[in-house]
């Protein structure tokens, strides 16, 4: 088995049937049919095959997926047009009216409405637990649960799940688990070493890592990732062939980016910490997280993902010096989105606020003094310089 640096250049050149060292971008929607019709019959109905029509398959998406199943040390990965697609995906391949689902208290927002208004109208019931509380999983359970769908870390406040004790507790019972390891990418955590079965990305963030696409990735078992390829060609969200290619492009450069990412973010973590204005830095590299041991356990780096409360003599003053850090930041850019190779920024609270009641934005743990930091690969010191600055304007 090669390192993981040697696959993320070298997996699934296979695929590329050209000359070209740089595999081209597959720019069609549709392929010659096979003189053989036995062979075509095959192009024609076999999961992913990479030329026969475009939704079915592509070259590029079939090496990109290669390479994620062996970040990911599955046996299969599929890729779709946006991370989102995977999720709802993935989970409508699990999951059928009747079933009994369990998820977190926070996720991802995207994926917290498919799980709380979407799935519901379709006759799947949702339990959502405390992610740090192993024993609410088992006190969870159904007897027709057929779903662990869990997030860690999870966005925004960077809480951990224990992936053993899920993956464990999964084998046990006989129940899928599936995580989202977005944050975390597949450089800082592998979450089928826990035996967890099924791991979803969207790669607009750490796997493209140049915030110039949008794709999400299922990994898992053979024979789930065929279900889940069956469910993509009905619904349909195929990752376009250029998309595909930038991700390509991008996942090339994963590991440097996100060793470099992690040392930033660790440096930017304690000069944080450390600072009057700023009241609590939530980061899992930090001794003063609270689950600091288990993150250490399961991670091998601890991400560009941190979460800062700014300090006020209350919710009001927190709100407004948080509006004024956020407005003179100049290398950290306002915008959603995270994992690229620029450093950015967001008031989760104002990004949520339409999406969220008050009472799961008090569950997912979101404050209006509360800033959520996607660290890039610029220089530290520029960064921190940047941070000064903008806190001296308070
Ligand atoms: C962004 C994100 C998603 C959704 O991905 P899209 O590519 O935007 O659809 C899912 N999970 C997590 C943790 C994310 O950060």
Request: aromatic share 8%.
């Amino acid at each position: 088995m090669k390192h993981l640096e040697t696959d993320l250049i070298h997996a699934g050149t296979e695929f590329n049937s050209t000359k070209a060292v740089v595999t081209p971008i597959f720019q069609t929607s549709t392929y010659f049919a096979d003189e053989n019709p036995e062979k075509y019959i095959e192009a024609a109905t076999q999961p992913k095959h990479p030329e026969f029509y475009h939704r079915h398959g592509n070259p590029t998406n079939s090496q990109v997926a290669a390479i994620l199943a062996k970040l990911e040390k599955t046996e299969e990965a599929i890729v779709l047009a946006t991370g989102m697609a995977a999720i709802s995906t993935a989970i409508l391949a699990a999951v059928k009216s009747g079933d009994h689902v369990i998820a977190q208290n926070s996720h991802y927002s995207g994926a917290m409405l498919f799980l709380k208004d979407f799935l519901s109208e379709y006759g799947i019931e949702v339990t959502h637990v405390d992610q740090t509380d192993n024993s609410s999983f088992v006190e969870a359970i159904r007897p027709n649960t057929k779903l662990i769908y869990i997030e860690t870390p999870s966005n925004p406040n960077l809480d951990i799940t224990d992936l053993a004790f899920v993956g464990k507790l999964g084998k046990e019972k006989g129940i899928l688990t599936m995580v989202d390891n977005t944050f975390a990418s597949p450089i800082n955590q592998v979450p089928t070493e826990f035996g967890i079965d099924v791991v979803i990305h969207s790669a607009t963030k750490y796997l493209g890592g140049h915030s110039d696409l949008t794709a999400g990735a299922v990994c898992g078992p053979k024979e789930f990732i065929e279900k889940v390829w069956r469910k993509s060609i009905t619904l349909g969200a195929s990752l376009s062939p250029f998309d595909s290619w930038l991700l390509l492009r991008g996942l090339k450069t994963l590991s440097l980016r996100v060793k470099q990412i992690n040392h930033n973010a660790l440096a930017l973590a304690q000069f944080l910490e450390q600072n009057k204005a700023i009241r609590k830095v939530t980061y899992t590299g930090l001794s003063s997280h609270p689950q600091y041991e288990l993150a250490a356990k399961q991670m091998k780096g601890h991400t560009g993902m941190l979460c800062i409360e700014v300090a006020g003599k209350d919710e009001n003053e927190e709100f407004r010096n948080a509006q004024t850090i956020l407005n003179n930041l100049k290398l950290f850019a306002n915008a959603a989105s995270l994992g690229g190779v620029e450093s950015l920024v967001v008031h989760p609270a104002s990004m949520w606020g339409t999406h969220h009641s008050a009472s799961q934005k008090k569950i997912s743990g979101i404050t209006l003094g509360m800033l959520r930091i996607s660290v890039g690969i610029e220089h530290i010191d520029d960064l921190i310089a940047d941070w000064q600055q903008a806190i001296d304007k308070i």
